[in-house]
């Protein structure tokens, strides 16, 4: 419990500041709108999977993955400066689809919704 504790903190501190990272040292204009949605660390801290949801269509998404992967020795560098660790963990990033996915569940959702009158009917059957 007490390593499932640490984990969790240190994937915070390093959410915190990849997502600082990202908005203030990246300069790489092909770059889309990227945000840091979450970070999950390996149990050893050696590895930190860090997952991002980028606007944009696929294209810009690959293109903004792309850029992150090439800047991921730089990023992995600012955070050993920012963050005290034995080890500083390499960083992959993934792209994080969730929010993709209930947006459409949303859509899906509001597409089926039931009409007024129909609600009216539903209730006064009680």
């Known amino acids: 419990m007490a390593k499932q504790l640490r984990r969790d903190r240190v994937g915070e501190q390093i959410h915190h500041e990849i997502s600082d990272i990202?908005?203030?040292e990246i300069r790489d204009p092909r770059l889309g709108w990227v945000t840091v949605t979450r970070v999950e660390m390996s149990p050893d801290l050696c590895v930190a999977k860090v997952f991002v949801s980028i606007y944009g269509d696929d294209t810009k998404q690959s293109e903004s993955i792309k850029v992150l992967d090439r800047a991921?020795?730089?990023?992995?560098?600012?955070?050993?400066?920012?963050?005290?660790?034995?080890l500083t963990p390499e960083v992959h990033f993934k792209l994080d689809r969730s929010l993709e996915h209930s947006q459409r569940i949303m859509d899906i959702l509001r597409d089926t919704e039931i009409?007024?009158?129909e609600v009216d009917d539903f209730a006064g059957e009680e």
Do not use: K, M, Y
Not at 72 to 86: D, K, P, Q
């Open 72 to 86: 991921a020795s730089f990023i992995r560098s600012e955070l050993g400066r920012r963050v005290r660790l034995r």
């Open 115 to 117: 009409p007024p009158e």
């Open 22 to 24: 990202i908005q203030q």
